[in-house]
T-cell receptor
């Protein structure tokens, strides 16, 4: 398997623009997580899905952030409008919880977002 | 609320020396504990985890960790550090339905 795939790897945008981050989880995984990593706040869980349904979005910082998972193989995290304080590395992770689960979250390489 | 504390922000050790990274947790029930490693520019990789049973758990890359309920700790150890171990290490705990709460991380530097 190719692992968790995220795109783009780097994104530079101007304040006020819409940003869409994409994630393809590992095939067969039933949980998907979005994290944000900053120097100030470390790794924060933003939202996670189980079987494409959002379970907990209490970590989403503001209404400017939204996430969707239209099917088991794709999720997006959208920021509209973006602000400089949104600059961070955004990670997607997935895990499988059925039989033979190892309770391991597999992380993608991250998207480094810079908002000017 | 569940939380994880990693008191050491930055640790430097010499290659071949032993290593111990500290992790303390706050959790009402028996915690599910993890150690992840992040190499520069990379995502996180699981080193090891503790759910129950033997309190000394073995992981990949020669790492081990010991769960001590009395001290609310889950410290990561390695008897002999290699230069390739230089990375950032995160302790984490399940906070329900498989969501992870991470500590602030410890950056390990290895001197030749």
């Amino acid at each position: 398997d190719a692992g968790v795939i995220q795109s783009p790897r780097h994104e530079v945008t101007e304040m006020g623009q819409e940003v869409t981050l994409r994630c393809k989880p590992i095939s067969g995984h039933d949980y998907l997580f979005w994290y944000r990593q900053t120097m100030m706040r470390g790794l924060e869980l933003l939202i996670y899905f189980n079987n494409n349904v959002p379970i907990d979005d209490s970590g989403m910082p503001e209404d400017r952030f939204s996430a969707k998972m239209p099917n088991a193989s794709f999720s997006t995290l959208k920021i509209q409008p973006s602000e400089p304080r949104d600059s961070a590395v955004y990670f997607c992770a997935s895990t499988y919880t059925g039989l033979r689960s190892t309770d391991t979250q597999y992380f993608g390489p991250g998207t480094r977002l810079t908002v000017l | 609320a569940q939380s994880v504390t990693q008191p050491d922000i930055h640790i430097t050790v010499s290659e071949g020396a032993s290593l111990e990274l500290r992790c303390n947790y706050s959790y009402g029930a028996t915690p599910y504990l993890f150690w992840y490693v992040q190499s520069p520019g990379q995502g996180l990789q699981l080193l090891l985890k503790y759910f129950s049973g033997d309190t000394l758990v073995q992981g990949i890359k020669g790492f081990e960790a010991e769960f001590k309920r009395s001290q609310s700790s889950f410290n990561l150890r390695k008897p002999s550090v290699h230069w390739s171990d230089a990375a950032e290490y995160f302790c984490a705990v399940y906070t329900g339905r498989r969501a992870l709460t991470f500590g602030s991380g410890t950056r390990l530097q290895v001197q030749p």
